[in-house]
């Protein structure tokens, strides 16, 4: 997940209760409920996928039954979702929204945003990435608290180089080749309309594959953005041999250059395009993009973005700005007031410093996430299910905590 830097206070505070505090000790972490008319349903699913089985939760609008239990999420974050509840047939066919987790996240990073969009009409399927790491939907974590603070040591409180700490080693080692990230989210599509299609499964003829939306956190911004349509254009002489191609001397604040990669230099530019994807959602998105104004510009379908305004803690806005700026219409930037990073991924209330350390949690969680919530709600709706009952929404920033740009930018210093 890509950010900057955190204050000296910050990296002790959270050390000093990350290393003896382990992740899901003490009571539940309380997150915001789901707001929509349809309790929630929630179960976990595995597919066979290039030699391993994937594991995919599947949250959807439920029939609430007596004697329905609460879903059973790993760790101390628990949400609102019924376990194995069946789908509700009241508003089906529903359409389909793709969660992307962070990098070394799972997927049930972000459980109130992922629950509230079920519980307005929408199936959502989120699958455990190749890389996950720091929470597994299926088992407990690979990578403890303890290990977390000691890459925050040994980066001295830099979290990109925290982060470099932990994952450096698969980076190198995949030659900062995310190409695996964008398959598995079409898998993950694929797999959930193979439900749809079959008489025997617990979604038959219960999605619209013709309305499918995708979503996503940091590298699963970035996943949101390639199976959206953002292209790699290496089209340029100096992209034929570009400069520092050297993985072993890179971190997360030198990311090379995608023309670097053979699979992207010498392949087609759209590669990871899902003509399916009718709308996309980056939350904090990385923008590792050649050329980003031009690439920007072949965006074909809404888009929405969402990020904070920690300057020392979020993603650089400066790319989030050149996408939004070049993208056509209809296109949407939200900017979230004393948000950072990690305020969309709940899984981080499993360390329990969390909530008292970071900006996001510390104040006012409740409203932050419901930007989060009433926005994506507002976007998915009008352009999956031709709703414009949220345009208000949409067009006024009603959330103290909002910023918004809709289709014209608006002065950052107003």
């Given amino acids: 997940m890509m950010i900057k830097r955190i204050s000296a206070i910050n990296i002790a505070l959270t050390l000093a209760v990350m290393i003896v505090v382990p992740a899901g000790a003490g009571a539940g972490a309380k997150i915001p409920a789901p707001k929509g008319p349809y309790p929630v349903g929630a179960r976990l699913e595995h597919i066979p996928y290039q030699g391993r089985e994937m594991a995919i939760i599947v949250w959807s609008p439920a029939r609430a039954e007596a004697g329905a239990k609460a879903y059973p999420y790993i760790g101390k974050v628990q949400g609102q979702a019924l376990a194995d509840a069946p789908l509700n047939d009241k508003g089906a066919p529903y359409p389909l929204i793709l969660f992307s987790h962070g990098m070394g996240g799972c997927g049930t990073q972000s459980i109130f945003y992922t629950e509230n969009l079920a519980s307005f009409g929408y199936v959502v399927v989120a699958p455990d990435h190749e890389d996950s790491a720091m929470c597994h939907l299926d088992r407990e974590p690979d990578i403890t608290p303890g290990q977390i603070a000691w890459a925050a040591v040994k980066s001295g409180g830099n979290l990109s180089g925290s982060v470099f700490a932990l994952f450096g080693d698969r980076f190198r080692e995949k030659g900062f080749d995310f190409s695996y990230r964008p398959d598995e989210a079409k898998a993950a599509i694929d797999q959930a309309l193979r439900w749809n299609g079959d008489q025997s499964s617990f979604m038959y003829n219960k999605i619209a594959p013709d309305r499918i939306g995708v979503?996503?956190?940091?590298?699963?911004?970035?996943?949101?953005?390639?199976?959206?349509?953002?292209?790699?254009f290496c089209d340029q002489p100096e992209d034929q041999n570009p400069e520092?191609?050297?993985?072993?001397?890179?971190?997360?604040?030198?990311?090379?250059?995608?023309?670097?990669?053979?699979?992207?230099?010498?392949?087609?530019?759209?590669?990871?395009?899902?003509?399916?994807v009718k709308a996309i959602l980056p939350l904090g998105p990385a923008a590792f993009f050649p050329h980003l104004d031009r690439a920007a510009a072949e965006i074909k379908i809404p888009v929405m973005i969402i990020t904070g305004d920690n300057k020392s803690m979020e993603v650089p806005w400066d790319p989030i700005w050149t996408l939004y700026e070049h993208a056509p219409a209809p296109k949407y930037v939200l900017r979230l007031k004393k948000t950072d990073h990690m305020t969309i991924a709940d899984m981080t209330l499993n360390v329990s410093a969390a909530g008292w350390v970071l900006p996001g949690f510390r104040?006012?969680?409740?409203?932050k996430a419901q930007a989060y919530q009433d926005y994506s709600v507002a976007f998915f709706n009008k352009y999956l299910k031709g709703d414009n009952s949220g345009e208000a929404v949409l067009t006024k920033p009603e959330n103290k905590f909002v910023e918004l740009w809709h289709q014209e930018p608006l002065s950052l210093d107003k």
């Avoid at 911004?221 to 349509?229: A, I, K, N």
């Fill in 363 to 367: 104040s006012h969680f409740a409203e």
């Fill in 215 to 232: 979503t996503g956190h940091s590298l699963g911004g970035f996943t949101s953005l390639m199976v959206g349509g953002v292209p790699f």
């Fill in 244 to 276: 520092g191609c050297d993985f072993e001397k890179l971190d997360l604040d030198r990311v090379p250059n995608p023309c670097c990669l053979d699979y992207v230099r010498n392949s087609d530019p759209y590669q990871s395009r899902d003509p399916r």
